[in-house]
């Protein structure tokens, strides 16, 4: 079996506790989910690197501080990931779907009301403790 995909995913938390979703375009796996912006990391590309890499494509911002949140490892069947999920402490410019793609800011009580891959429900169970 190939190895899983290593995905630097982010979490942005905004200064009134709201956390930055978007929405997986038409056209890709799992088309119409939410999830926490990132994407792959490249190979000999470290996930800080590969984690602002990808938020600048796709929301238009350079990110500052991390820190680990938490690993998440998934097996869809036709494709197994390693999510490695990091909060994005601070961050410039304001986030905008660079690639044409929804976002949204939500906040902790209204997060189970946007549907979210498998592989994002440990990450929803962490960042609704970070928002409590």
């Not at 930055?20 to 190979?43: D, M, N, S």
């Amino acid at each position: 079996m190939a190895s899983p995909i290593h995905v630097a995913v982010g979490v942005l938390i905004d200064a009134k506790a709201c956390v930055l979703l978007t929405r997986r375009p038409k056209g890709t796996h799992l088309a119409g989910y939410w999830e926490f912006p990132g994407g792959k990391v490249e190979a000999g590309e470290s996930v800080h690197t590969a984690l602002a890499r990808e938020l600048e494509e796709e929301l238009g911002t350079r990110i500052g501080d991390t820190i680990p949140l938490i690993t998440v490892s998934h097996d869809y069947g036709e494709k197994r990931v390693l999510l490695d999920v990091h909060q994005v402490k601070d961050w410039s410019g304001e986030p905008h779907g660079a690639e044409g793609q929804s976002l949204a800011w939500v906040d902790a009580g209204s997060l189970d009301e946007f549907q979210v891959p498998e592989a994002n429900a440990e990450i929803m169970s962490r960042v609704k403790a970070l928002l409590a």
